[in-house]
């Protein structure tokens, strides 16, 4: 049994974001997505207020780390019929070819969990799109992301649809960011006692690397106190993403600090957003449904781990 390295170190100042940053009053912070916009560090953050419901803000920083600018109200606020129960979890890709950002995320309602979306040039706005995605029309979805160009000629989005009560991590595809077809489900959770058996869903989008899409999934474990939240690696290929080059056995991220430990949901770590500044990777994650840390890694290092695996 190989030992695992410490992959991902937490900043000493965490949590960098808690309900005490926000300028108006909520309940919690937690799982955002992350941007490296200029120089400056942009996240939009998922915050509950004390009625259960969630939306999305911005905040920015110009080192990610201190001096939190938060918008002063929502951003994305509940909407409709099909997000009435919240906006949670968001992820977010630039788009070279629309010249925009994508934000995807979780819409609620009494109809459960399906997949929302908008574009925005700037986190200032956000034009929302109503998609369709499959497989087979299906509406219960969540844990996604648009992966960053296409992939022959069509828009390609990982997501975790909810299937006779599977919780696998599926692709489909897009030529206009609407309608999601050709579904295919391309990495299974794993059986028995494993870190990952029973539920896996995509964590942060894909990064690309020269070795291929570098891919960090959470997986649960439950005990008998409850859920352990969990993030691994895996190596999707260049050319075809539906395609596993290497997944790593272990788990590389767990909760460890007080923090993620104890919360409104403990035991928890969920990244949502990461980007890479040189060979640093900045993760900024939800601890405990509660508040928001960062961890930072080697690129080369993580993929030089995972194709180890």
Known sequence: MRTVPELFRRHPKNPLLHRGSWPYQVNTVFNPAAALVGNEVVLLVRAEDRRGISHLTVARSADGVSGWRVEPQPSLLP??????????????????DEGKWIAVFTEYSDDGPRLGMALTPDFCSFDRIVPRVGPEGKDADKDAAVLPRKVGGRWALI?????????????????????????????RARDGALWDAGKIGLSPPPLETPDGWLVLYHGTKRTPAGCIYRAGLALLDLDD?????????????????????????????????????G??????YGAADTCVGLATASLSELVKFVKGS
């Open 279 to 284: 060979d640093t990777v900045f993760l900024y």
């Open 159 to 187: 997501h975790r649809p909810q299937i006779s009560g599977t919780a696998d991590m599926w692709m489909s595809f897009s030529d206009d960011l609407k309608e999601w077809t050709d579904s295919v489900r391309f990495m």
């Open 241 to 277: 993403p539906r395609t596993v080059l290497h997944r790593a056995s272990e788990w590389v991220f767990s909760p460890e600090a007080p923090y993620e430990i104890a919360g409104d949901v403990g035991m928890v770590v969920f990244p949502c957003g990461w980007f890479a500044d």
């Open 79 to 96: 909407a409709t019929d099909r997000d009435s129960w919240g906006l949670e979890d968001p992820r977010v890709t630039w788009l070279a």
